[in-house]
């Protein structure tokens, strides 16, 4: 069966702090690993996407890594900011079929 | 470009009565998802077109939800009749190619009473 964990399952920081978010995985095939930033009230939206070849990328203060090896993946946020307040949500692609993690819901406290 | 459009935003009913929503996708995405997304849990898959094609519905819950995408565009999906556990957000997500971007909608938050 295709799961995808994540943890922790909540987290509070300080502003201007940074964080790591985890996604393990057990979907296969594998095509993808996308990260989502998910604002309260508001459908998820796409922070990056990872194929089997690449073990990083970023956009702007967040930074993902992938081990294909391993199935693990982290996100990490850079300087956090109050507006980093959402959920994160990792998602793997077995094809057009995407696996939902239940999301780490990140709290930015000023 | 225009994004994934979702209608109604909220709607609240009583149970057993019938709701529908309504999705539009990014222009020239073949695929597109409805999902169903309880609160605190990641979204769930419901229904995935191919086109006007369905290529999973294995979750959908067939006794009481129904989809259809007319003309491989626009998308409907029914619950007849609601039940309690049926409050949820009701996600539309439509994607152009298998390593593209998943773009989603605002989605429709339901309450049954």
């Known amino acids: 069966k295709n799961q995808v964990e994540q943890s922790p399952q909540s987290l509070i920081i300080l502003e201007g702090k940074n964080c790591t978010l985890q996604?393990?995985?057990?979907?296969?095939?594998?095509?993808?690993l996308r990260w989502y930033k998910q604002d309260t009230g508001r459908g998820p939206v796409s922070l990056t996407i990872m194929t089997f070849s690449e073990n990083t990328k970023s956009n702007g203060r967040y930074t993902a890594t992938l081990d294909a090896d391993t199935k693990q993946s982290s996100l990490h946020i850079t300087a956090s900011q109050l507006s980093d307040s959402a959920s994160y949500i990792c998602v793997v692609s077995a094809g057009y079929k995407l696996s939902f993690g239940a999301g780490t819901t990140v709290t930015v406290r000023a | 470009e225009a994004g994934v459009a979702q209608s109604p935003r909220y709607k609240i009913i009583e149970k057993r009565q019938s709701v529908a929503f309504w999705c539009n996708p990014i222009?020239?995405?073949?695929?597109l998802y409805w999902y169903q997304q309880i609160l605190g849990q990641g979204p769930k898959l419901l229904i995935q077109f191919q086109n006007n094609g369905v290529v999973d519905d294995s979750q959908l819950p067939k006794d009481r939800f129904s989809a259809e995408r007319l003309k491989g565009v626009d998308s409907t999906l029914k619950i007849q009749p609601a039940k309690l556990e049926d409050s949820a957000v009701y996600l539309c997500a439509s994607i152009q190619g298998v390593n593209n971007e998943q773009f989603f909608g605002p989605g429709t938050r339901l309450t049954v009473l």
């Open positions: 996604c393990n995985y057990t979907v296969s095939p594998f095509s993808n």
């Open positions: 222009s020239g995405h073949a695929t």
